[in-house]
């Protein structure tokens, strides 16, 4: 059974760090693709950061240059380093991954089937 589970959520001051934490278990990571994704009150889940089998990573728009998907393959975690962070990142932050091929570049909240629980970022001005 997969199982992921998330920590290293917080209340922090806007302009301050933040890094997540994803424990992964149950499957090889080697053949999943592995994303962030955020949650705000109101509003549907979409992709932060994204990380591929072999390691390429993408990031939202929004996100990019503040936040960086990295893994550490030894631990099965993923992390989501968050620097400079704003009052709109403030939502719940939730680790999701997907059995995929080497070409897969999946995006879509919808293409993910394994799905943490979330942890709370809220970020106060």
């Known amino acids: 059974e997969v199982e992921l589970l998330e920590s290293g959520g917080g209340s922090v001051q806007a302009g301050e760090s933040l890094r997540l934490s994803c424990t992964a278990s149950?499957?090889?990571?080697?053949?999943?693709?592995m994303a962030w994704f955020r949650q705000a009150p109101g509003m549907e889940r979409k992709g932060v950061a994204f990380i591929a089998r072999g390691g390429d990573r993408d990031y939202a728009d929004a996100v990019r240059g503040r936040f960086t998907i990295s893994q550490d393959s030894a631990k099965g975690t993923l992390y989501l380093q968050m620097n400079s962070l704003k009052p709109e990142d403030t939502a719940i932050y939730y680790c999701?991954?997907?059995?995929?091929?080497?070409?897969?570049?999946?995006?879509?909240?919808?293409?993910?089937?394994?799905w943490g629980q979330g942890t709370q970022v809220t970020v106060s001005s």
């Open positions: 999701a991954g997907v059995e995929c091929e080497d070409w897969s570049r999946p995006r879509a909240t919808y293409a993910y089937t394994d």
């Open positions: 149950g499957y090889t990571r080697s053949a999943y693709c």
